[in-house]
């Protein structure tokens, strides 16, 4: 056998040439992920801002046993036969997914949001919906894509798979601005494109960690009307931050014009692979009839990935189940440690830095109300080089703003992520990250 | 809530305009299968040989659990720790797969193919792997896509979805010919055009249930090689069939010209979603650096869905580990049982349209040794209208060719799948379709 995998190596010597994801060989944002997991890897005793994965500290290996059997006792309740529950968790499933009507229940309890199961499409996590609403959607060159940025790596790296031109829209320190979008829109029009689109994470966004008011959400959601734009809602942080949530864009969306794009990495478990998409507006066919967006993106799901597994939809299903739909009460735990993390990170950073130190230094950092992401402005321009000399000489590593920027800025910023660290960590980390936030701006 | 839900639908007038695919809103493959789905419900006595599902007789409630099980114990076995079997549970997993090893184990046990675990990317079904493939591959406009026709419609919809041009090889009635796959290739080229790959199922194909010879299989990696093209090569149906299978293109594949695309629905279970490529190509990056195939489609995945679920890959992966890796013998008692089904199906069609009856009426159907389809010309045109009657006036349910036709052609054949029939359904159905078929035939 091994004799024929050199064989086989000796006459491999063919170049195969591939379609470059707008330079998918030195693409930026996975030359990043790729460098990060180096030197988190080459120094292990650096305390790491970097990942964004949630805590697992509440887990439990038998939870996603019960949480599938309690699905397919559910199944039973409802009349299904020993046969009819086999078929669900073996066989090939409904495209649009086995557990709409569980989502949609599950969006009334929890959301305010009350749309029919038809409109929702179970999808391989938000990114899969991501890709399915794009392709639904990018119809041609002159279609835009804006998003807020610094943005979430996932909606650039659809737009990059299908070719879709994507236009930044920066965020102010304090979040989303109206006033930006609305200009963004008029030169892409006035450039003879038609934004089509606009991406944003309202709640405790990656990786900025801003939230946006309820000013600014009523003016977006005017914007999309008044300019025949969508507004794509991706919010994976929210039922897992502390505090009272402000309504989804969708609960507010009286003219349709809101894709809400569902995880449920953050709120089950990331390994499950289930988001969702709510797609409920009109789509009109050749002959006239009408149906939902969420049609179209199931057809074309039929192409990405036929349908989204059984078993993890079953569990998914089987933990919404036991939290009577209520996700923000099956993870109060989980926001409230997120929240303190937070406060923590928040309370020791003033003590290493405090006020008058980095107002002198120019170091500023915001205050967000979630617990996964925070932003800090530095007074040095950051890259790949910066961050070694921290992992290796400081022993802390966190992730380049650059890497959120689809264009160009974000040179000085860094993200910190606090979702998976100890308050001992969290104590040490950010003593560290002073330390060489000192030492780089004392060589300006 | 419902007095939101009546406000929002009587605002929501917004026709959306979409991206067609290719013409999505009446997609002739979509509307077969819309179609079909609609004259199985409506005529639910009907006999039907439409579906190519896997025959659920074997399935258990409690095997999944079993599965996923003897996996997590497999990883204590091998020195996990409790915190890293949550974690691989639970947490985001490594894009490319968590069980490419275990993967890469079971291509040596039952497949004589041995390919490092680097060049295994584990997908979200055999689709996902053809879309990342396509992606991969297909740099320009210029760029064809070969296919065996008739062909699986997985394929043609993952090229419709990237807009990859595709251009049907007409396969012959005893299967693949190497001199029709020649002369596409050349006239291509001469078109100025360049056939980056060919798509072929080797053996059992679907639709046609014919498997290639090992002359024919010769002559493939040859062309391959002589015209710089891959062979894209989709198995799923060889390890649930009976007798001996012929050696996988991969494992011949001295030239590395093979891109293998697995699944384990057909062997595991379907709602798994979990398949694979093994994609041990090399590909040199701007810089000269050499790398695998198998890096670039995991770069690519990270934008489609990220990783494969993992509890569907737990589940899989308890499935093979329990049978030493091989499929074969986990599939036995399946592949017998299909089989049968073949054999029977064959044995009432000769009884119902003895030789010298359907010689005199034009009818002709090929003898597959698999167990899952087989084709049948007809001197009728076959479309949806005629399918209805079909189901309505006779009760018998089947395939029309022309779906899985991505050229013209088609008109007269029909596919018959038999995996999910009992004998007892098979006599009757087979009985069914020839007073179908005689009754349509005295009509010309």
């Known amino acids: 056998m091994s004799g024929t995998t050199v064989e086989t190596q000796a006459r491999s010597r063919v170049q195969l040439e591939i379609k470059e994801l707008h330079g998918s060989l030195s693409d930026p944002v996975l030359d990043t992920m790729n460098f990060l997991n180096e030197v988190t890897h080459r120094y292990p005793d650096a305390i790491s801002f970097a990942p964004g994965r949630p805590y697992d500290g509440f887990f439990d290996t038998e939870q996603v046993f019960t949480h599938v059997r309690r699905y397919l006792g559910h199944l039973a309740e409802q009349g299904s036969s020993e046969r009819d529950i086999r078929t669900a968790l073996y066989q090939y499933g409904p495209t649009a997914g086995l557990i709409r009507g569980i989502i949609a229940d599950s969006l009334r309890a929890d959301e305010d949001t009350d749309v029919p199961a038809e409109s929702i499409v179970v999808t391989v996590g938000a990114q899969e919906a991501m890709l399915l609403v794009l392709r639904a959607l990018f119809a041609g060159p002159d279609d835009v894509l804006l998003v807020s940025s610094p943005c979430y790596v996932g909606i ?58 309820p000013q600014a959400r009523k003016e977006l959601l005017e914007l999309a009307e008044r300019y025949d734009f969508l507004v794509l809602e991706d919010s994976p942080y929210r039922l897992v931050s502390p505090g009272v949530p402000q309504p989804t864009l969708k609960s507010q969306d009286r003219a349709r014009r809101v894709v809400h794009l569902g995880s449920y990495s953050k709120t089950v478990f990331p390994g499950a692979r289930v988001g969702f998409v709510v797609a409920d507006q009109c789509v009109l066919n050749a002959v006239g009839e009408e149906h939902l967006l969420a049609d179209e993106l199931a057809k074309i799901k039929s192409m990405v990935t036929v349908n989204t597994s059984s078993l993890s939809q079953a569990a998914v299903a089987g933990a919404l189940l036991g939290a009577r739909g209520r996700l923000s009460e099956l993870n109060a735990e989980a926001a409230a440690y997120y929240g303190n993390a937070m406060r923590e990170t928040l309370r020791q950073l003033d003590i290493q830095l405090p006020a008058a130190r980095r107002e002198a230094l120019g170091v500023r950092w915001n205050k967000p109300t979630g617990g996964f992401f925070l932003t800090m402005r530095v007074p040095f321009r950051v890259d790949n080089t910066v961050l070694t000399t921290s992992a290796q000489d400081f022993g802390v590593i966190w992730t380049p703003m650059t890497h959120f920027c689809p264009g160009t800025g974000g040179h000085h910023g860094i993200r910190l992520s606090i979702s998976y660290l100890t308050p001992d960590e969290i104590e040490e980390g950010t003593a560290r990250l002073a330390r060489f936030v000192e030492a780089r701006s004392g060589l300006l």
Chains 1, 2 share one sequence.
Do not use: C, I, K
């Open 156 to 213: 650039t790296g659809a737009a990059r798979l299908l070719d879709v031109a994507v236009r930044p829209v920066e965020e102010r320190e304090d979040g989303f601005n109206a006033a930006d979008l609305e200009a963004a829109v008029l030169a892409e029009q006035a450039s003879g494109r038609r934004p089509r689109a606009f991406y944003v994470v309202p709640d405790h966004s990656n990786p900025s960690g801003n939230t946006m008011g």
